[in-house]
């Protein structure tokens, strides 16, 4: 039977990550370190190339959106304006007898349905009457729930108090806090007019109660953030709308399939003070429906706060209209690693090939996967297959990432290949050295073969690619 994403398990997806070089646990001769991972050989390549798209996609192919690279640590203030030196907080409970840490809003929905996030106090009495077990030890010993802010802290040389004491410096808990910074210079130093978007990729990190589920939840990662800035009278229903849809159509060009994504509309009476309306993006994980990109109307909060804060005019001046007012903000963030964690979930497909046999196959779409062709000599020790097949592969890797392999029979180097997601293999066998100069093309997703000739091959994968 074959099986696909909507069946699959995270061990098989954990295993292959490993096995295949996409992901490895971090530090594993130390014993690992928690919920930490690096990406491997093809999950590196993999992770470049749906950065490399997105970027294409909504930088380099739009009038109206530019790029920056910001800071990782950035200037405490700005965190103080953007409310989360006080606010970026989870709600925490510890298992007394455990001492295990973990999230009383998600222990509490769980025994009573109710989200009680934000009410402490209510979540433990709820813990209290309903005898809520400690997951881990079963046990019933809790202590009051209470926050925790998530942001990570670090000390900076020459940022210290009057006694030369160390004040923190936060790693940035979100990206959009550089496009902020940036706002102002932007406008000076580019021809930017409204409505414009600012995107950026970078590393975050949140210091979460409870990590796990391999990529989905882990304390450093990666977003890839637009600031949409609009005018505040703008009809922004249409427009919100429209990037829910390029969220949505970037997920299944990176692979991610339809049929697992869906929406989630974040009830009125939850949203913050100022959003007019948040949406998050959902994707089936084998673990649970969960979010895999957010959109918010941010209204003009966060420029508004840090022109307060920062005692500096953030104001737009439209020299066409003579109007100066300060913008409204769309905010399309998408989660690099949630997404190739849905993109490795929705590639993978086990086929039964008949007689036992049967083959894990990656279907990533071809733009997307680390390796574009495979290329072996047939037998390692026939220098006349090597040289031949060292020649193919220096030619194609001008233009294709492309790997050579002389390890083991074919059988096995289709299947490794296959589960890299490599989208062809070619072999250079004794008919292409003794009779007419062609090579066997391979394709991943049919299996079938075909002979190309060695000086056709440039055009016949030109074709395949596009
Ligand atoms: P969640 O509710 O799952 O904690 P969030 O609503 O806090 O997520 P946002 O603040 O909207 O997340 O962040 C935007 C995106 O960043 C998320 O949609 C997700 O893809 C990604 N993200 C957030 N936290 C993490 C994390 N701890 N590990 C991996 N990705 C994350």
């Known amino acids: ?27 594993e001769i130390y014993g690992g370190f928690a919920n930490s991972y690096s990406y491997g050989p093809y999950g590196s390549q993999l992770k470049n190339n749906i950065k490399a798209l997105w970027w294409k996609k909504f930088v380099e192919d739009r009038k109206d959106m530019v790029g920056i690279d ?96 160390y004040l923190p410096v936060y790693l940035r808990p979100e990206t959009a806090g550089a496009i902020f910074m940036d706002y102002k210079n932007i406008l000076d130093s580019t021809r930017v007019k409204i409505p414009f978007g600012v995107a950026q990729i970078g590393k975050a990190f949140r210091n979460e109660i409870v990590a796990g589920n391999f990529t989905f939840r882990i304390r450093e990662f990666e977003q890839m953030e637009i600031e949409y800035f609009i005018h505040p009278d703008t009809k922004w229903e249409q427009q919100f709308e429209n990037w829910l849809v390029e969220q949505n159509n970037f997920a299944q060009e990176i692979g991610i399939s339809k049929d697992l994504l869906s929406r989630y509309e974040h009830p009125k009476e939850k949203l913050s003070h100022y959003s007019k309306k948040t949406t998050d993006t959902m994707f089936k994980f084998p673990f649970g429906i969960e979010e895999l990109f957010g959109m918010a109307h941010r209204s003009d909060f966060d ?72 290329i072996f000599p047939l037998l390692k020790n026939k220098l006349e297959l090597v040289k031949k097949a060292e020649e193919a592969y220096d030619n194609l890797k001008n233009k294709w990432l492309c790997e050579f392999d002389d390890n083991g029979n074919i059988g096995k180097r289709y299947r490794r290949q296959d589960e890299i997601g490599t989208p062809f293999c070619v072999t250079i066998d004794f008919e292409t050295i003794e009779k007419d100069n062609s090579v066997t093309v391979r394709d991943r997703d049919t299996m079938k073969q075909e002979r190309v000739k060695l000086n056709q091959i440039n055009e016949y994968f030109e074709q395949k690619f596009n």
């Open 1 to 27: 039977m074959t099986k696909e994403n909507n069946n699959i398990s995270m061990e098989e997806i954990v295993s292959l990550c490993k096995r295949r070089g996409f992901i490895f646990p971090a530090c």
């Open 70 to 165: 910001g800071p990782i640590l950035l200037n405490p203030k700005l965190w103080e304006a953007s409310g989360h030196t006080g606010g970026f907080n989870a709600a925490l409970v510890d298992c007394k007898e455990c001492k295990r840490r973990f999230r009383a809003d998600h222990l509490v929905e769980k025994a009573t349905g109710e989200d009680m996030e934000g009410r402490n106090k209510d979540m433990t009495r709820a813990l209290q009457a309903k005898k809520v077990p400690c997951p881990v030890c079963k046990k019933f010993n809790w202590t009051e729930v209470r926050d925790f802010n998530e942001m990570f802290s670090t000390n900076m040389n020459g940022i210290t108090d009057e006694n030369g004491d």
């Open 303 to 374: 420029l508004s706060s840090h022109a307060k804060h920062s005692g500096k005019d953030l104001s737009y001046d439209d020299r066409n209209t003579g109007e100066r007012y300060i913008p409204h903000v769309l905010e399309p963030t998408f989660g690099l690693d949630r997404a190739i964690l849905a993109t490795i979930i929705s590639s993978f497909v086990q086929e039964d090939l008949g007689e036992g046999e049967s083959r894990i196959v990656m279907k990533f779409p071809p733009k997307i996967a680390p390796v574009k062709i495979a």
